[in-house]
């Protein structure tokens, strides 16, 4: 079992910068892929980042790519998004999730969810 908690959501101004953070319990989140989705309302959850069990890999969305980062700290448990030159259109809540499979890009990657947090990007 793992669980994942996030924090760091907050608003922003359209350029701005915020990093999230996704704490894990459990003794093998060093054995797990990484993932940051998003969901605004009224869409479905989006894929955005992962990152894989060593670090060494990561994958990003087209529209995220260049601005987010994701990162994580197997001996602090947790995973982090650091999100710059926001836009408006990056509103949503952002979730972490935990895998042990190859499917990084889907929701039904994935076992493990946190309970998301808000990023508001006003422009």
């Known amino acids: 079992q793992v669980q994942l908690v996030e924090s760091g959501g907050g608003l922003v101004q359209a350029g701005g910068s915020l990093r999230l953070s996704c704490a894990a319990s459990g003794r093998t989140f060093s054995t797990y892929t990484m993932g940051w989705f998003r969901q605004a309302p009224g869409k479905e959850r989006d894929f955005v980042a992962a990152?894989?069990?060593?670090?060494?890999?990561?994958h990003y969305a087209d529209s995220v790519e260049g601005r987010f980062t994701i990162s994580r700290d197997n001996a602090m448990n947790t995973a982090y998004l650091q999100m710059n030159n926001l836009k408006p259109e990056d509103t949503a809540v952002y979730y972490c999730?935990?895998?042990?499979?190859?499917?990084?890009?889907?929701?039904?990657?994935?076992?493990?969810w946190g309970q998301g947090t808000q990023v508001t990007v006003s422009s």
């Open positions: 990152i894989a069990w060593s670090g060494t890999s990561t």
């Open positions: 999730a935990a895998t042990l499979s190859d499917y990084y890009s889907s929701v039904y990657g994935y076992d493990y």
